[in-house]
């Protein structure tokens, strides 16, 4: 399977890590309507191409997302015009189901995704990190929910999963106010793993990282990733039963035996794609 060319994006591969990295750098990578279905499909090329381990989610020029492109706000009354205000209705619905979708193929990918954040996130691009695995930043990354100042409520995923990983009340607060916080405060109340000093030291930080989580055997990352996914919407007993059904199979792997020899040999092992 070939890497995709895709409008707006820029992919590679090399050592089991794909860089997907938003490639509109002009227009500080904001999202237009292409930009939304070319995101899915490099994200369901990283999910079905087994030689992808790890997922790096990057960005060309300063800015890592400044959200939805303008244009494509203006263009949702023509998009979805009709004379009958319900049926109006349902295609605005569908058409916001699929961008949701569209940010929902980062979570779906059965590889981790790792966003390497810098400059601006604001909206649409807060709904795309909080899909990710994990989530880096050098010290000049700022986050907004600025939906909330377009006179709407965030609908692509940033008020469903952004309470899941920083306090309740602080993910309200960013909600309801729209305020603008750097990194050290995204880190500060858990929506960052780390801050690195530039963009240089971003790079290698989240490229290190990338490099450790593909050395691993893909078959439990995968799985690993999957009952993670599982667990978080779900109570303990249902993510026991579902690792326990997932480990009947996987723990009958050959990476098993593999890991056992490296490491009884003080080597690293070498896995399957």
Not at 253 to 266: C, F, N, V, Y
């Amino acid at each position: 399977m070939d890497i995709p060319e895709l409008d707006h994006f820029a992919l590679s591969l090399e050592a089991g890590v794909a860089r997907i990295a938003f490639d509109r750098p002009a227009h500080a990578n904001a999202l237009d309507a292409p930009m939304w279905t070319a995101m899915r499909s490099a994200f369901e090329w990283a999910d079905r191409y087994d030689p992808v381990r790890v997922v790096v989610l990057a960005a060309h020029g300063k800015h890592f997302c400044a959200g939805i492109d303008l244009s494509l706000l203006a263009s949702v009354p023509r998009r979805i015009g009709h004379a009958d205000a319900a049926r109006a209705q349902e295609k605005l619905r569908h058409m916001i189901a699929d961008m949701q979708d569209c940010v929902s193929a980062i979570e779906r990918c059965r590889k981790p995704v790792i966003a390497a954040i810098q400059g601006a996130c604001i909206g649409g691009g807060v709904d795309i990190v909080t899909a990710c695995d994990m989530r880096y930043a050098n010290a000049n990354a700022r986050f907004a929910v600025r939906e909330i100042d377009m006179a709407m409520a965030a609908d692509i995923g940033t008020l469903q999963r952004l309470p899941r990983l920083v306090p309740e009340g602080i993910a309200r607060e960013l909600a309801f106010t729209g305020r603008e916080i750097g990194a050290e405060e995204a880190a500060r109340i858990g929506l960052l793993n780390r801050v690195f000093e530039s963009g240089e030291a971003l790079t290698e930080g989240v490229g290190e990282v990338a490099r450790c989580i593909a050395a691993k055997s893909p078959l439990a990352v995968r799985g690993t990733k999957a009952v993670l996914n599982h667990g978080r919407d779900h109570s303990i007993e249902d993510g026991l039963a579902f690792v326990a059904n997932w480990n009947a199979s996987a723990l009958l792997s050959r990476d098993m035996q593999l890991a056992a020899e490296a490491i009884g040999a003080g080597r690293a092992p070498a896995f399957d794609d």
